[in-house]
Antibody, heavy 122, light 109 residues
Framework: QLQLRESGPGLVKPSETLSLTCTVS??????????WGWIRQPPGKGLEWIGS???????YYNPSLKSRVTISVDTSKNQFSLKVNSVTAADTALYYC??????????????WGQGTTVTVSS | EIVLTQSPGTLSLSPGERATLSCRAS???????LAWYQRKPGQAPRLLIY???SRASGIPDRFSGSGSGTDFTLTISRLEPEDFAVYYC??????????FGQGTKVEIK
């Protein structure tokens, strides 16, 4: 059964870079059927899509975050990663990695990691 | 950019009652691209409905989705205690982007 697990520092200082990794287990990360993405939820707010990546490395970002976000992939480790530069308190959130399906009549995020909390504070 | 507006913000109902949640888009959305998620405290969101009306794997049939164009609805026919949660609609947009609504909380009355 496919599982996603986020890992990374839970505390980041303002102006520094937030870095998270998602490890995919239980299925082929290099499947051509899926994209892989990052979602976040700030405290008391809704869900926000950050960006997505294909196993080949093609990336797509939320326009509101694009200037500060980089998503990369390491297929040899079945991992993909998120970096957010120049963080502020507004980047404090629960971060999820997800599997995206976009084919035929099935468009959605069908597998989610358990989430990891990142706090931006000095 | 398409904006999804969910209503009401909070729905107070009793177990056994019917819940009707609305998701309105600022522009026409293909039904294929409209999904619904459930989020319970301490848990990751779970995909309930894709393609506006198709239930995801393992989702009970008391959950149903409907709608087209700019107006979509998630209906829970008879609320079970485990259904009290926050529900989000989501649309897949051009250039491989995703947008979520702000959520509707279904709480116990």
């Amino acid at each position: 059964q496919l599982q996603l697990r986020e890992s990374g520092p839970g505390l980041v200082k303002p102006s520094e870079t937030l870095s998270l990794t998602c490890t995919v287990s239980g299925d082929s990360f290099s499947s051509t059927s899926y994209y892989w993405g990052w979602i976040r939820q700030p405290p008391g707010k809704g869900l926000e899509w950050i960006g997505s990546i294909y196993y080949s490395g093609s990336t797509y970002y939320n326009p509101s975050l694009k200037s500060r976000v980089t998503i990369s992939v390491d297929t040899s480790k079945n991992q993909f990663s998120l970096k957010v530069n120049s963080v502020t308190a507004a980047d404090t959130a629960l971060y999820y990695c997800v599997r995206e399906i976009t084919r035929g009549y099935y468009y959605g995020m069908d597998v989610w990691g358990q989430g990891t909390t990142v706090t931006v504070s000095s | 950019e398409i904006v999804l507006t969910q209503s009401p913000g909070t729905l107070s109902l009793s177990p056994g009652e019917r819940a009707t949640l609305s998701c309105r888009a600022s522009q026409i959305v293909s039904s294929t691209y409209l999904a619904w998620y459930q989020r319970k405290p301490g848990q990751a969101p779970r995909l309930l409905i894709y393609g506006a009306s198709s239930r995801a794997s393992g989702i009970p049939d008391r959950f149903s989705g409907s709608g087209s164009g700019t107006d979509f609805t998630l209906t829970i026919s008879r609320l079970e205690p485990e259904d009290f949660a926050v529900y989000y609609c989501q649309q897949y947009g051009g250039s491989r982007t995703w947008t979520f609504g702000q959520g509707t909380k279904v709480e116990i009355k």
